[in-house]
């Protein structure tokens, strides 16, 4: 195993609106040695989300922000090559947050054991891991829709998007997708079998959406902000539920400054309306639900009443290119970085 | 009864931002004769309420607008002075939509009767009313504070603010107002006992809220909006509940107006502490909750458990200049017109 050398990326400098590669520097070191009650992981796949934006900022939100020079968060399904610690042998595919590493330490805090034979290990990192269950928590949980009603959602070929609108169909809802570009309203639509799909790059879009929400939208997941939370806010029926769950349009503090407070507005609404809006993590619910939800999604999942896709990048170096590609919307499924074989 | 002329207060033109004296226009008329199965009020006390603001512009909020020559809407306390309805006597007082007038007809629609022996007539416009109603909904089916926790309300002084800080000490929890004026504010900590008064109109009214609330916001009761909403917002707790009832500080469409859109760094606030913001109309909730709340605050009140304020200026004529001070925040307690003895 020496052969190899590990390597992780840094953080290189705090981006200035969106991210560009020179934020992010690659690093190498030599493979580290598992001490007492340490295991080493190889890492093979590593899950790339929105959320790691928000880090890279010197500004506290639900969690720390990274420093200058820290290696760049994240949840990787990896494998064990070298183990000092009982329980864990060489072979066993884990789940752990290894940060965009090669290679990690680990002695066993927070990893998740991980069964090739369920599910395809990747799915951990999406539809069966934290994008799903943020799906899953945001709908069920907080969102509730009823049959019949209008369930509305963004990034709707993302992981997360995917599954809010495969569920809100199993409850009985009608499912709106709201994507970028036609191939990706194509597959809402056709793979993902939603009941319509908006482009919302399309420049009457605010009317496509109404066109296709003639009863209102009962709930909004909201995951990306911005112009679309604005052509969603006229359609919202009155006591509609908003989970919010993201804002990738605003992370990168960037966006149409036409000098206008949409504050008030979106309030007025609230008020008029009697919506809800709901902030939420998913970890607040993992306690009390994550396992209702694998035993639940999982079914589907293998017996195809759930659909999926990757969007699958090869090597550790590419991950920044990718990541930015995210945050643009130019991923197509989840972004994923194969790290090793 | 034929020696008084009827009065009435119409639209006379939509205000543009804030309302002026001339939007308003005093109409007189012959007294009206009741019907077969009809009765005549004579108006003792109108209400002036903040959402009166909402119906005069042509814009649907949750009613809809009021047109050029209708006459403004409005509750109030009247007294039964002809009779041609089984039930209704000369004398009898009664809870009416009577609008902006001096004397009204009625087929006994929506009318409540007020035995004077109970409470003052004038608390069914107000602690007892629908904006008592409205804090005891917004706080206790929407807010829901515990013991210990933090509850801050604007307009503290007036009949909803009042109302809520006082269910909050009830509740166990600490009660932070939020009020105009020095007067104003040892009225909410003096006499209204909350724990904490702070002035919006002092220039360091940011820090100053801050200094009052050690332990963050976990409720706040949102009426006002504005400038205030951009002081609670940093204080807020992860968690913490928003019930919305009202925008008062919005609502003639007036503002500090700097260019900046305030919207991105509340929903990011809504985001990154998990808040519920939650839009509601007293009148979702008064089939379920209205009797049990007039039966527990009315008891407040006998008992002095609750106190409350009232601001009553004399002579219908005089209700457009009370109504445009309410909404400026001129008045002190809730704003009533006595129309007639």
């Known amino acids: 195993m020496n052969r190899d050398r590990a390597r992780q990326i840094v953080l290189a400098a705090r981006p200035n609106g969106r991210p560009s590669l020179t934020d992010f520097r690659l690093e190498e070191a030599d493979l580290p040695m598992p001490g007492f009650g340490q295991i ?8 790339l989300d929105p959320y790691m934006r928000g880090r890279m900022d010197d500004r506290k939100s639900y969690a720390e922000p990274l420093q200058l ?29 290894t940060g965009w590493r090669s290679h990690a330490l680990s002695d066993g805090t927070g990893l998740r054991k991980l069964d090739p034979a369920t599910a395809p290990v990747t799915t951990a990192l999406g539809v069966l891991g934290m994008p799903g ?5 945001g709908l069920r949980l907080i969102g509730k829709p009823k049959a019949g009603e209008t369930v509305a959602v963004a990034a709707a070929s993302g992981p997360v998007g995917s599954l809010v609108g495969q569920l809100a169909k199993i409850a009985g809802a009608r499912a709106v997708g709201i994507a970028g570009g036609s191939q990706k309203c194509d597959h809402v639509k056709n793979e993902l079998r939603f009941d319509a799909a908006v482009d919302h790059r399309s420049a009457d879009f605010p009317a496509r959406l109404a066109a296709v929400c ?34 990738i349009a605003q992370y990168s503090g960037v966006g149409p400054n036409d000098g206008i407070d949409q504050l008030p507005a979106t309030m007025r609404e609230i008020l008029s309306k009697s919506l809800t809006l709901r902030g939420f993590i998913y970890s607040e619910f993992v306690e009390q639900h994550y396992s209702e939800f694998l035993r639940e999604v999982g079914a589907l999942i293998a017996n195809g009443g759930i659909r999926y896709r990757e969007d699958i990048v090869d090597g550790l170096e590419r991950a920044p290119e990718a990541f930015i590609a995210m945050l643009e919307g130019r991923n197509f ?9």
């Open 214 to 247: 003639p009863n209102g939208i009962d709930v909004y997941f909201e995951n990306v902000g911005g112009a679309v939370w604005q052509a969603v806010l006229p359609l919202l029926n009155n006591f509609a539920c908003v989970p919010v769950c993201g804002l």
């Open 40 to 47: 080493l992981l190889r890492v093979q796949y590593l899950s």
């Open 133 to 137: 269950f943020t799906a899953y928590a």
């Open 333 to 341: 499924g989840k972004a994923l970085v194969r790290v090793s074989a």
């Open 69 to 97: 020079g820290d290696v760049m968060i994240g949840q990787a399904v990896a494998q064990v090559i070298a183990s000092n610690r009982p329980g864990y042998s060489v072979g066993d595919i884990v789940l752990a947050q």
